[in-house]
């Protein structure tokens, strides 16, 4: 399936495939730079061992520490720590600072934000083996993924997650490319509620995306958004998975520069060094 973007809005660069702490992470500032987005993925496996042998995993990991220890499956432990070293990794490139340096904390209904660091937004979705982080210097993002093979009844859900403009639309379509479009919009949509921080309180009938423009639309199909939300859908891993993107720009025009280091004016910075100083 190719991916998907709606006409007329900014563009969402595909996901970008970081195999390890290497990166590249050049490549992820300068999508964030041009696009004002980027977005990664990594298989837990390909993390693993950099995981296991980091002599500073738990100051890396920080507030994550504890749970990554408490979790007994052992699956579950170790998607749980490549994925928190993924974030880290993703966020401090967006930061040109060190992952450690951050401390990743959890907003109610479990989305992750780096403390102190606003200039960023992320969002974070896995399946199976695979982790998708994405960053957004531009305002909110959501990111959702799920095994292309993934199977979903229009009889059964067609109620439960299409609009009656969604549902004209499925209806005229070959049961192959319906099922393909189900999956789709399915990942769109938790895209779009996850950017939101809504996640699943956000019912699926109460927006939908047009099948043809990709844009966002209302249940009745009229056009819902002006133009400062963009989307897209990428398979990634050889098909083996979609990666969906929601990306939100706020307009106000947010510096390029988001590094840690620059954040704050050199002229304010050094007036509050020689205040201090004086004191």
Wanted: a negative charge; charged letters at 25%; proline letters at 4%.
């Amino acid at each position: 399936m190719p991916h998907q973007t709606a006409r007329g809005e900014r563009a969402i660069a595909p996901p970008l495939h970081v195999s390890g702490p290497g990166g590249p992470w050049d490549t992820v500032r300068e999508n964030l730079e041009r696009d004002g987005s980027a977005v990664v993925f990594a298989t837990w496996g390909e993390w693993l061992t950099a995981a296991l042998s980091d002599a500073e995993l738990r100051p890396l990991l920080g507030r994550d520490w504890q749970r990554y220890r408490r979790t007994e499956n052992a699956a579950m432990r170790y998607c749980f720590v490549a994925s928190r070293m993924v974030v880290k990794y993703t966020a401090a490139a967006a930061l040109r600072t060190e992952p450690a340096a951050l401390d990743l904390a959890y907003k109610i209904g479990g989305r992750p934000y780096i403390r102190g660091f606003d200039q960023i937004d992320i969002s974070l979705s896995h399946t199976d083996d695979l982790i998708v982080v994405g960053v957004s210097r531009t305002g909110r993002i959501g990111v959702d993924t799920e095994s292309a093979k993934r199977k979903i009844s229009f009889e059964l859900f067609h109620d439960h997650m299409c609009t009656p403009a969604e549902h004209a639309e499925l209806t005229r379509m070959s049961q192959d490319r319906q099922t393909s479009e189900l999956l789709r919009l399915w990942t769109l949509k938790e895209a779009y509620t996850k950017a939101l921080g809504q996640g699943l309180r956000l019912g699926f009938t109460e927006f939908g995306f047009g099948l043809e423009s990709g844009r966002l639309i209302a249940p009745d199909g009229s056009p819902a958004s002006r133009g400062e939300w963009a989307f897209a859908t990428f398979p990634v891993l050889a098909d083996r998975y979609l990666v969906s993107v929601a990306c939100h720009d706020t307009g106000l025009d947010t510096a390029r520069d988001t590094a840690v280091h620059t954040m704050l004016d050199e002229g304010f910075m050094g007036a509050v060094e020689e205040g201090l100083a004086s004191a």
